[in-house]
């Protein structure tokens, strides 16, 4: 009697026991999907967080090497050679470039690429600048070997002594004037129309009808006089080229596109010079404008539409 009331205690046991154990099989199962949701979210994040710090970090980069090529600049001018004003010229390119750099929010990876490529002709234009600094000073250390080697001869010799001298002049003049033309002054504005046609200046994307871009052609007295043509890239936030969209080659396997051409009459003193360009309608953010004399950049500057 006593082994039956036994049997029969321990079925009901039997029974609660694997009740509780199915439900815990079901609870362990059923929460395994949202572990799995809640870990792939979590990588997601992190592959974003990774993505945004890899891209600051590449900004964070070219920042600091622009800083250094400024400093580069900055120890080339102190040289005070014929190239002193050339090289300002380029410095100030160096300067928009970081404060355009400096404007971008979590630039995409095609901004990055292309800020880097801008910054490596900056680097190219510098070192270029200082193989020329290099030659001048060769070429003046030869001048002053070759007048010193001469002076002998030239005591007694007048006539020699004035060409030589007429030939020293003529080539520290070709060295002080460079035939080449820069720009300066990059400008661009953004304008509204009111409706008596007058035309102002304003920072709102959804006034905007039309952007103005200006900027100066230094004055050269020996650079060669006529029709010259500029050509100017306006890029949007995604870096598309505004404008007529044009593709020009200028051989060597250079080319460029561009948003508009841009022509004026250079007579050997400083002129100034602007384009404008149209559009249906522009959006909030900032706007990249890159000035070219054919296939060489010669300075760029920005706008911001809020």
């Known amino acids: 009697m006593k082994k039956q009331n036994e049997i029969k205690w321990f079925k009901p046991l039997f029974a609660i026991i694997f009740v509780l154990g199915v439900g815990a099989v079901v609870l362990v199962f059923s929460s395994e999907p949202d572990k799995n949701n809640s870990e792939a979210k979590e990588e997601s994040i992190a592959n974003i967080i990774s993505f945004e710090s890899k891209e600051t970090s590449e900004q964070k980069n070219i920042l600091d ?35 355009i750099i400096k404007a971008s929010n979590n630039p995409s990876a095609e901004q990055i690429r292309v800020y880097r490529n801008q910054l490596s002709d900056l680097n190219a234009s510098l070192e270029n600048r200082v193989q020329e600094i290099k030659k001048l000073k060769s070429q003046n250390k030869n001048l002053l070997t070759e007048i010193e080697s001469q002076n002998v001869v030239m005591y007694n010799q007048k006539v020699e002594n004035d060409t030589l001298v007429s030939k020293q ?67 949007d936030q995604k870096n598309t080229v505004l404008g007529d969209n044009k ?25 100034n010079a602007y384009g404008i360009l149209n559009a249906d309608q522009f959006k909030k953010g900032t706007y990249f404008v890159n000035y070219f004399d054919k296939q060489e950049i010669m300075g760029s500057t920005s706008v911001t539409l809020e």
């Open 65 to 99: 090497s622009l800083n250094a090529l400024k400093k580069a600049y900055d120890q080339a001018i102190l040289e005070k050679t014929a190239l002193s004003k050339e090289l300002e010229l380029e410095r100030k390119n160096v300067e928009n470039l970081a404060a």
């Open 169 to 235: 002049k003529k080539l520290e003049s070709t060295l002080k004037d460079a035939s080449k033309l820069y720009l300066s002054n990059f400008k661009a504005i953004a304008l509204r129309e009111k409706n008596s046609g007058a035309e102002l200046e304003t920072t709102k994307a959804k006034n905007t009808k039309k952007l103005k871009i200006s900027f100066t052609v230094n004055g050269n007295a020996v650079a060669k006089t006529g029709r010259k043509v500029f050509y100017v890239q306006v890029l």
């Open 247 to 271: 593709l020009i080659e200028f051989g060597n396997d250079k080319a460029l596109v561009y948003s508009f051409i841009v022509s004026t009459d250079f007579q050997g003193k400083s002129v």
